[in-house]
């Protein structure tokens, strides 16, 4: 078995990494902060749709983005933390599967936080937001993910929070787990993920009982 996580939200909560990142950009730039409430609707995008979103000009998005990074790598640690049941999760998922991570974050920051960690030993593979032309929910990332691995005869599931995540899934041919841990509404997810659990120690004990 294989299974692919995804990050924010599902194993980390970095949402006040995240948000102060976003002031500090748009503060740079004398422009209004938008809401926490509307900046955390869209995690889970990558950094560049996000700003566009919010309300950036297409042609000055890369400037907030890289104002963005400048502030969020220096404090990501402090404040970044693991998701309750998210370490249990994973060690219990080492167990039985080959394990990944799928994530719109750049590979470097996402690395260097599993590091921290001490998590990212147990994975085997990491694609980021730049490891891409065609972030979630397009199926590239997890394409490029299963081509670093074995998978013949394996079953391969993603588990997400969010709609990216199992519409990539889906695309890519492979399995989907929701979980409400992280951003993503729970109607939403009940249509586009095939299961949907509380957290992802649950997704990981369903896939367990599976195998």
């Not at 976003?22 to 509307?38: C, L, M």
């Not at 999760?89 to 590091?115: C, D, H, P, Q």
């Not at 730049?130 to 997890?142: A, G, L, Q, S």
């Not at 394409?143 to 998978?151: N, P, R």
Request: proline letters at 4%; glycine letters at 6%.
């Amino acid at each position: 078995m294989i299974i692919l996580f995804d990050l924010d939200g599902t194993l980390i909560d970095s949402t006040e990494a995240i948000l102060e990142s976003f002031y500090a950009s748009f503060k740079a730039f004398n422009t209004r902060v938008p809401s926490d409430e509307k900046i955390k609707s869209f995690i889970g995008l990558p950094l560049d749709i996000m700003f566009v979103k919010l309300g950036v000009p297409e042609e000055k998005k890369w400037d907030y983005v890289d104002t963005y990074k400048k502030h969020y790598r220096p404090i990501s640690k402090q404040k970044t933390i693991l998701l309750p049941f998210a370490k249990e999760a994973i060690l219990k998922a080492s167990k039985i599967a080959t394990l990944g991570i799928v994530t719109t974050k750049t590979s470097l920051y996402s690395r260097e936080l599993m590091e921290h960690f001490g998590m990212m030993k147990y994975f085997d593979v990491l694609i980021g937001r730049d490891d891409v032309t065609h972030p979630k929910p397009h199926p590239e990332p997890i394409f490029k993910a299963i081509e670093k691995l074995d998978t013949k005869n394996k079953k391969i599931y993603m588990i997400g929070d969010t709609c990216l995540d199992c519409i990539s899934a889906k695309e890519a041919g492979i399995n989907s787990i929701g979980v409400h841990s992280g951003y993503g509404d729970r109607k939403d997810l009940k249509k586009c993920c095939e299961i949907v659990k509380e957290n992802v120690l649950e997704a990981v004990e369903f896939l367990s009982n599976k195998d």
